[in-house]
DNA sequence: ATACTAGGCTATGTCAGACATAGGGTTCAA
DNA sequence: TTGAACCCTATGTCTGACATAGCCTAGTAT
């Protein structure tokens, strides 16, 4: 009906989030980089064939998310890397769907797991409930069945198995019924995904990732949180040697990726190790 | 001047930022609850004096920050209290500025703190560089400056204290030079302010909280990532006491989950949040 | 009587055009 | 060389209008 609608708003209805996402993707693969321009308005108007308000109000995300600088009567320039949000849920989004992996900040974001999801995983086999457990285990059977979907051969969805895997850390950051660390759940996906993105694991070691994770889930559901400490522990391992840096998924817990650290004092032993 | 001056935007420039500010004094202070609609546009237009485009832009910054929730042709709603991003920073500084003191909130951030401050502090006595040192040690002497302002008989300025305090543990976090924890100093600040803004310490209790500050800060300079931890957590220990989660100070480094909420907040024994 | 549909009302989403003002550069004079 | 006055650009804001989603109500058919 009515082809020539003149406003013709058909489609969605907000366009300013459309704008924010699209923006969002040369900004996160690096198209935009920090210190430089963006288009001025009136040309991301007739770029996008949309209203200066839609496109203002799709400015004004990527401004509240520290991602851009809006300077009145110059335009809109893009932040410093370091002041983005990184934390915000749609940021944490953005990095997982857009950004190509980098290295450093993989590894950075691997160093806070790596410090905290033992203690998190203590904290959750105290407070976990009946219904993080469910969950736990319904992420858990997402992740076995895409890996058998691999192993009976067909062509195999890296997909299906990072977005459980996701999942599966996620009910355990939300285990712990802190408000802090359940929010921190959101970097878990650039996380995961952006590795499974580009490793290249053999179904053997899926299945030896996929052990470590159900030992830590028997761990919470027993509610042993020195043990699920220790299991956490385990399942960061394995993921250091996916990401590469250990070259062994049971060598200790190298705690710094990049190792230029001038420490004169020897690393911490881990306390309990039973084998 | 022209007094009849049509536009009028004699005072600020950034309006939109002027709406979210005052409506979130409202939102935090708990004027508006969860659930609740906020008043429309237009009445909103009418109360701040502004057109609809500078009260939705307004809006718009609530809505990205998971706050409200705008529904088409209904009106804006109040999310749950769980979207919030609590770990952005304008939240952050909007809970120090107008949230009451929630003692289960503060205590669930004392819980995140108490749990990674001594990693962090480990991690910051590897990493550390002159310029981070240089900016605890000018936090540091805030803190000291306004201790000894308050013992020299004036009336004492608690949020300067507050203040250097949440700026040293600040500068900590970034010494990590790690992005995630970098982006985490920004929950210190409710989590210092209003611990402050309501308990009453002692002269006496303070200077053994400076100096707890400082042999952490020596032993960061000394880059003893072991001892560093050791002191993080005899600094949180402190911390613990003046938020009544523990009874003394000594009191070793009890995990706080389990006993947490002594006096004024009677802890439930599910700890299932439906009423 | 119940269920389903059609219509109207409300409040938000979008558009168009206009003016005001901050930032930055340029020109000209002391 | 330096300073001030000028102009241009791009963003901030306003006004007024229409389009559409959500919701309530009334009317009709079975």
Redesign the interface.
């Known amino acids: 009906m009515s082809p020539a609608a003149s406003h013709s708003t058909n489609a969605s209805?907000d366009l300013?989030n459309r704008v924010a996402e699209e923006l969002a993707a040369g900004l996160f693969s690096g198209r935009y980089r920090p210190g430089e321009m963006l288009p001025k308005e009136t040309e991301l108007c007739d770029a996008f064939g949309m209203s200066r308000?839609s496109v203002r109000?799709g400015l004004?995300?990527l401004s509240?998310?520290?991602i851009v600088r809006r300077i009145?009567g110059k335009g809109t320039v893009v932040e410093e890397f370091?002041e983005w949000?990184?934390?915000?849920?749609?940021v944490t989004r953005w990095m997982a769907e857009y950004a190509q992996p980098n290295p450093n900040?993989l590894a950075?974001?691997f160093?806070?797991r790596h410090?905290?999801e033992p203690?998190i995983a203590a904290?959750a086999a105290?407070?976990a409930?009946a219904r993080d457990l469910l969950a736990m285990e319904e992420a858990f059977q997402g992740m076995e069945a895409a890996l058998e979907g691999a192993e009976a051969g067909e062509e195999w969805d890296r997909s299906a198995f990072s977005d459980h895997d996701v999942a599966f850390h996620a009910a355990i950051y939300r285990a712990t019924?802190?408000?802090?660390?359940?929010?921190?759940a959101h970097?878990l996906r650039p996380s995961i995904t952006l590795v499974v993105r580009t490793s290249n694991e053999t179904a053997e070691e899926l299945r030896d990732s996929l052990g470590r994770h159900r030992h830590l889930m028997e761990c919470i559901r027993l509610r042993r949180p020195e043990d699920a400490e220790e299991a956490a522990r385990r399942v960061m391992a394995r993921t250091a040697f996916d990401l590469g840096i250990t070259p062994d998924p049971d060598a200790g817990p190298g705690?710094?990726p990049n190792a230029h650290?001038?420490?004169?004092?020897p690393?911490?032993a881990s306390p309990h190790r039973r084998a």
């Open positions: 209805r300013g308000p109000n004004q995300i509240s998310l520290g009145s370091r949000n990184l934390l915000d849920p749609m900040f950075e974001i160093e806070f410090a905290t203690t904290l105290r407070k409930t019924h802190n408000l802090v660390w359940a929010q921190l970097i705690p710094a650290a001038p420490d004169d004092a690393k911490k």
